[in-house]
């Protein structure tokens, strides 16, 4: 998946302080559609998508979307770009009621009524306007932080597991709307959900210790026989 990638990563190495996490990691998104990254716990998926998004510095590697290198530019640069990212963790203002959180995505949106699809994608969100996110589900503040994200625009987001905390109920009307989503836009989604990633995604990479051990079409990766010991805690 090298010709005319949307977002290419290549031989990524970052390390915390002198402990080194990723290692010669590459992976590439088209304009459509949706890559997953897969690997158990500590792995280095979030710290994968954090060098992406530029809250971490890689010490050596590259990082292009639609062909110009953002390695070295700030966050905010490489989300005016069309960078979206939510976070594993923290992805909403507690205190905030919903529409705040929206309002706080929709600054720097250049479309009239962004909330608006947001709201037709997210239904639940509309009905929970003046809560604080707090108080949300898991589920919903997940919905949440996946709107607010997408009021920036991005042509391709960056999700950490999106689904973490939710029933299983949740977790197949989430993989709905993401296949819609990926209609318009790219998305990289790091998800410890194997059969939802499989199927959104139309390519997966499994990170084991750091490094990309095993990569492919979602069908191939699903019958490697490789696959479960990855995951395997
Ligand atoms: N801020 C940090 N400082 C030092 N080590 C970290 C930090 N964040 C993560 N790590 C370590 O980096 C490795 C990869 O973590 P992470 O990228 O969060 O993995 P994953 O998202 O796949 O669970 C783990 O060994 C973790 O302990
Ligand atoms: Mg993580």
């Not at 005016?80 to 203002?93: A, D, I, N, T, W």
């Not at 997940?142 to 391709?156: D, E, H, Q, V, Y």
């Not at 492919?216 to 019958?223: I, K, Q």
Request: with cysteine.
């Amino acid at each position: 998946m090298s010709e005319q990638s949307f977002l290419d990563v290549r031989g990524l190495c970052v390390s915390y302080g002198r402990s080194q996490v990723l290692f010669d990691v590459s992976i590439a998104a088209h304009r459509r559609g949706a890559v997953a990254v897969l690997g158990r716990n500590g792995a280095g998926k979030t710290t994968l998508l954090r060098t992406i998004v530029g809250e971490l510095e890689a010490r050596s590697g590259s990082i292009t979307l639609g062909a110009r290198d953002i390695m070295r530019m700030p966050t905010e640069r490489r989300i005016r770009m069309g960078l979206g990212y939510v976070p594993q963790e923290h992805s909403v203002f507690g205190r905030l009621s919903v529409s705040e959180n929206l309002a706080v995505g929709a600054l720097s949106s250049p479309d009239p009524s962004p909330v608006d699809r947001v709201l037709t994608m997210f239904p639940e969100l509309g009905q929970r306007l003046g809560q604080p996110a707090g108080t949300l589900s898991g589920g919903e503040r997940k919905m949440l932080a996946i709107g607010r994200a997408l009021l920036s625009n991005p042509k391709l987001l960056l999700l950490d597991e999106p689904t973490e905390g939710m029933w299983v109920g949740v977790i197949e009307e989430i993989a709905e709307r993401l296949q819609e989503l990926v209609k318009e836009i790219a998305i990289v989604i790091v998800e410890q959900h194997l059969e939802l990633a499989l199927d959104v995604a139309d390519y997966a990479y499994v990170l084991d210790r750091g490094r990309v051990a095993l990569e492919g079409r979602p069908s191939a990766v699903r019958n490697d026989s490789q696959l479960l010991q990855l995951l395997a805690p």
